[in-house]
Each structure stands twice: as structure tokens, then as C-alpha cells.
């Protein structure tokens, strides 16, 4: 309400011509009608698994590490320990990225909330480049994904993602006490 009398009291004043005074009004207006989503709701899994990901590689790049430099400064160095240490090391460099690329993922999270069963929630990284990609390679050998434009839906998704537009699609069964969620985000 305040930014609305500031641009009015600019129209009254001539800071600003009308037709720039109602443009920017009506952009108010939609920004104030676009509904605020919740952030995404990060089951404690989520932080679990990417936290575990991340230490562990931690934990095999300092070992990694150790070995390689024991191993370059003891006399009697093998070229199997040698090859080992780099192995681990290079294991340990694989898990604090992908440790990493999991805490920024965008996840999908399905929900299903039962009136007399169990609640079951379930979360996937959600790579939609990589499967824009692997579409792109798969359409030549599967005709109906080239009609179905399944890749264009993924890009367009992983524009508004990046936007922070989350998707949610919300399922309620009012019958039984049913509800479906499922978020991408």
C-alpha cells in the first residue's frame, strides 16, 4: 500500500508521467497476486545423504592424501600402493563433489499422506539437464518421443526451476482422507 501511494504522490508531483505511472502499478499488482510458495521441503534424508556424501569423501580424500604423500616419501614405495593411493583419493575428490551437487540439486519429493495407512514421503535429485539430455540421444530410436516434445517440457521446467518457481502439484481425496503432493523444487 505504501509503494502504491509513493507512485501516485510521483504522478501528482510529474516525477513520472501517467501511462509510466499506471505501468508500474500494475506490475505492483501482479506482484503482489503471485502466491508465495513454501521453500521445498527438505525431508531430514535429504540433508542426511548429501552430509554423509560429503564427509565421506572428505574422509577418503584426507586418507587418499596420506597414502599419496607417505607413499612419495618412503624408500620402500610400490607402484600398487602408489596406484591404490591415488585411487581412494580420486574416490574421496568424486564424493565431496557429489556431496556438494546434492545439497544444490533440485529434488523431487513425492508425498502421500494415508488416513488409516502409513505417510510415505520419498525424495529423488532431479538432474532435468541430464534427462533432457538422455532424451535428446533416446528420440532417433523412440519415434513417439519426437511427437510428444518431453524434452521441451523438461527445459521449460528447468527454466522456472532456476527462476525459483517451484512446481507442486497437490492431490486431496476428500473421501478417505487421501492427499498426494508432489513438489519439484
Do not use: C
Not at 165 to 184: I, L, M, R, S, T
Amino acid at each position: 500500500m505504501n509503494e502504491q501511494r509513493q507512485i501516485l504522490e510521483l504522478i501528482e508531483s510529474g516525477g513520472i508521467n501517467v501511462e509510466e505511472g499506471v505501468r508500474r502499478l500494475e506490475a505492483l499488482a501482479e506482484t503482489a497476486a503471485a502466491p508465495k510458495l513454501p521453500p521445498a521441503p527438505r525431508p531430514a534424508l535429504v540433508r542426511w545423504l548429501w552430509q554423509g556424501m560429503f564427509w565421506i569423501g572428505v574422509a577418503l580424500l584426507a586418507w587418499g592424501g596420506w597414502l599419496l604423500s607417505s607413499s612419495y616419501t618412503s624408500e620402500a614405495a610400490t607402484a600398487g600402493r602408489l596406484i591404490w593411493a591415488w585411487v581412494v583419493f580420486v574416490l574421496g575428490v568424486l564424493g565431496v563433489m557429489l556431496g556438494w551437487w546434492l545439497q544444490q540439486a533440485r529434488w523431487l519429493y513425492v508425498r502421500v499422506r494415508q488416513h488409516d495407512g502409513p505417510n510415505i514421503t520419498l525424495a529423488f535429485p532431479l538432474p532435468l539437464g541430464l534427462v533432457t539430455w538422455g532424451l535428446r540421444i533416446a528420440q532417433p530410436f523412440v519415434p513417439q518421443l519426437e511427437n510428444a516434445g518431453v524434452d521441451k517440457l523438461f527445459l521449460a521446467m528447468q527454466d522456472e526451476l532456476r527462476d525459483d518457481h517451484p512446481f507442486v502439484v497437490k492431490v486431496d481425496d476428500g473421501e478417505n482422507g487421501e492427499q498426494v503432493q508432489v513438489y519439484f523444487g
